[in-house]
């Protein structure tokens, strides 16, 4: 059944009324624009068509009622939802709440049903799907802010404080923000977005994602090392953020910031640059003009920022051989997923040539789809 189908039938069965109403986040790839975030620089991301749909209903206390169809149910006072004060999948649905309160928001209990077709920990941002329809929902039933940066930033509050993950603001901002169409340019400084138009269909080309099904241990903790490690090098430079840096200050600053951080810098002063060319060629509508920097991304995220893994670095090189315009990794890394952005005619030939590298090489099937880029998150009935 359709997740909203579904998530209104289990609310019925499971709380024997219907829900207020049903929202739905988008998962997203992102185009070009990786590790930049958090390092107030830019970013291309698009959402896609898989979904976290939430049907609510307000309580009159103060308990929250939460049930996933993936991951079962919990059930806790809106008190216990702090930093600290909820664990595993509960805070991504609840911590929203917090922040909406921690906003001045008076907000109440909540019945909420999760339905997703997003697979978890795939690096298609599940997570910020979830917190951003649900934020969706608390807002519109209890209040709060209108605008979509301010609702990104209440949802990157919660992942950040009540998950206690430090990621930057994409995730989010593309949930809320994307359209249909379209990439979302964002400038992750002032939270400027701009459309561009992004339709790989009319050029007679497919954007491919590659889920690689795996997910290495090491993400949470080298994320927040690479984080550090960006913050570090712009105190050294004396820059507010990476953002501000050119490679020429790379240069002159040489073996004051050491050979690795060095590297890590190199990676995000050039990936802001090429999600800027990228943006360039879309706006001139040439999508077939942007592989060779979605593959250069690739290969700095491989070997500069060094967060690639030996599956995406697989499925790179297989659509690439297969005849991708350009392929990279796509998310935060250590496994998850990779785009190749692929003539029509060639997407069976990468995803047999991406499925067949993977099997010989003794890696789990990989799942491959075609992206279209989706409309971000809202109220659906
Ligand atoms: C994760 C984070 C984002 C971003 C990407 C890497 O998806 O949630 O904020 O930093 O990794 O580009």
Request: with cysteine; net charge negative; aromatic share 4%.
């Amino acid at each position: 059944m359709h997740p909203e189908g579904a998530a209104r039938q289990v609310f019925l069965e499971r709380f024997g009324r219907p829900p207020e109403g049903v929202w739905a986040a988008p998962a997203r790839v992102n185009l070009i624009g990786e590790h930049t975030d958090y390092n107030d620089g830019f970013v291309l991301p698009l959402a896609i068509d898989r979904r976290v749909t939430v049907a609510a209903a307000r309580r009159p206390d103060d308990l929250l009622r939460l049930v996933s169809l993936q991951r079962g149910e919990r059930a806790l006072r809106l008190g216990e939802v702090r930093p600290g004060g909820v664990d595993g999948w509960a805070a991504y649905a609840a911590g929203p709440l917090w922040s909406l309160l921690e906003e001045g928001a008076e907000v109440g209990g909540l019945d909420l049903v999760l339905a997703s077709d997003v697979p978890i920990g795939s690096g298609l941002s599940s997570s910020a799907a979830v917190e951003c329809a649900t934020l969706l929902a608390a807002r519109d039933l209890y209040g709060g802010p209108g605008d979509p940066a301010r609702l990104a930033q209440l949802a990157q509050r919660a992942e950040n404080e009540v998950v206690g993950v430090p990621s930057g603001i994409m995730d989010q901002m593309a949930a809320m923000a994307c359209r249909a169409g379209h990439v979302l340019l964002l400038d992750c400084r002032t939270l400027g977005v701009e459309q561009v138009p992004f339709a790989p269909a009319g050029a007679g080309l497919v954007l491919l994602v590659v889920d690689t099904r795996t997910a290495h241990s090491l993400a949470g903790s080298a994320y927040a090392e690479r984080r550090r490690a960006c913050e570090r090098v712009a105190r050294l430079l004396g820059v507010p953020a990476l953002r501000d840096a050119t490679q020429a200050d790379l240069d002159a600053a040489g073996d004051r910031l050491g050979e690795v951080a060095l590297r890590r810098a190199r990676h995000v002063v050039a990936e802001n640059a090429r999600v800027l060319a990228v943006a360039d060629r879309l706006r001139q509508g040439r999508p077939e003009a942007i592989g060779d920097a979605l593959t250069a991304s690739h290969a700095s995220l491989r070997d500069d920022y060094q967060v690639s893994a030996p599956e995406l670095d697989a499925a790179v090189e297989a659509a690439l051989a297969a005849g991708a315009l350009g392929a990279r990794m796509t998310g935060a890394g250590f496994g998850g997923c990779a785009l190749a952005l692929v003539p029509a005619g060639a997407a069976e030939k990468v995803t047999e040539t991406v499925t067949g590298t993977f099997a010989g090489r003794g890696f789990r099937e990989p799942e491959v789809f075609g992206a279209h880029p989706a409309d971000g998150a809202a109220r659906v009935a």
